[in-house]
């Protein structure tokens, strides 16, 4: 492993770093050392009262089981054995050093405890499942927020404006490098590099809130478990279960406990969390009932899932109230709202489409046009006024959708002008509907006021048998008009193709 951290800025200035005690120091040179010894362990434990004491206490705990009563430093450093005593002992007075003084708003139990859940829990599933890193796991888990307890020692003022801004809540990694340039895992990791603190324990808790930082095996076995340990100090102590909860059940997935076994797992973890919260004299504030707050979790999580349940169905009904009323602009903005056919627009956007898709190879077949136009229409609106007008327009628009099939688009193409795309069709085809168009308008009663009006139209129609450039539908419109009026002027009331 080649992992390197540097110490913050807003710490390098700092004149009261913590430092680790002399029996720490100690510790820390036999632990590198392979050939030292129980008895030497022994004697340096030896040298802190209050360190032998939670020794003696760890060795008589559920955690080891032992099994008989062990009252001597020694036999306690034999029945644990060395890497548990060096690993323990070392813990142990890291925790009784950094437990000194207490600056600002700081929730110091809250720290204490939360570190606890977190070495507890990392411990009790190391030990079941990789049995000679739960020792390793206990210290990382430990040590794992040490850096925010250097900043609010060493950088109070500073870290108010955190605490201040976390409103109550438990400050997160973001929000310390918002506000600070760093957060406390780095202040943490760079003071441990400091202490000449174990690789493998400065991996470990590297790995808890990121990718692991090194491609040693013990790290990539250890991650996973510390991210869970993580998830379950969370539940415990933090005021957001429902969040907490889904966070535990996703890190549970990957260290192989789902379902009973996760229920199962927390509620034995609770009797190794109370014991070592006893043994480091921290006071939990009440029980610590794993079942109580596991139902609170589930039961945050269900009202959370049904609010958001609600909300996604609110936003649901939004999106089609949206969908909807956008369906219906973009008809309104397509439609004539005279006589409810196509407009000009839709109509040249439907021609422009056609004459795309034959140049593009995608449709076959004849495209044809019909133009219609109204007979003497100006006499109308002289003679009955421009709501005659009206109402003339609006029945020849219901005559031409009652011809018309669903595939031929009618539109009013501008005053009393009139036409009919045909996308697919031939020759005899264009001139039946033309027929068609011009007698059923002919036949058709316009009803204004007291009166039954009759008009005529005039019909032009043309056709195109291939399209070979995009001005052709242009051209397609010119061919038609010109045949509309031939039609006109042969008499009106007739058709021309």
Known sequence: MTTAFEMPSILKGADSLPSPPGVAVELLRLTESEEVTIEELARTIGRDPALAAKLLKVSNSAMYGMGGEVTTLNRACMMLGLKTVRLMSLSFSLATSLGGKRKGAFDYDQYWKRSLVCAASARALASRREGLLADEAFLAGLLSRIGQLVLAQCASSDYAKVLETAKGAWPTPELERSLLGCD??????????????????????????????????????????????????????????????????????????????????????????????????????????????????QVRMLDASLSVAALAQQAEHRAVELETSNAQLRTKAQTDQLTGLANRNCFDERLAQCVDRRMAGDSAGYLGLLMIDIDRFKVVNDTHGHLAGDAVLRSVGKAMESVCRESELPARYGGEEFCVLMPATKPVGLAALAKRLRATIEQTDVKFEDKTLKVTASVGGAHLKRVDSSEDGQALIRAADKKLYQAKEKGRNRCAF
Request: hydrophobic residues 50%; glycine residues 6%; aromatic residues 6%.
């Open 184 to 297: 406390g895992d780095q202040v943490g990791l760079a003071l441990l590099e400091d202490w000449a603190m174990p690789e493998l324990t400065r991996a470990v808790i590297a790995s808890i809130r990121q990718e692991p930082v090194s491609d040693d095996e013990h790290v990539a076995r250890l991650a996973p478990i510390m991210q869970f340990a993580a998830a379950c100090e969370e539940l415990v102590c933090s005021q957001y279960k429902a969040r907490a909860f889904v966070r535990l059940r996703e890190t549970a997935a990957a260290v192989e406990l789902e379902g009973e076994a996760l229920d199962g797992f927390l509620m034995a973890v609770e009797k190794e969390v109370l014991e070592t919260a006893e043994i480091f004299d921290v006071k939990f504030g009440g029980s610590l009932d794993m079942g109580s707050l596991l139902q609170q979790a």
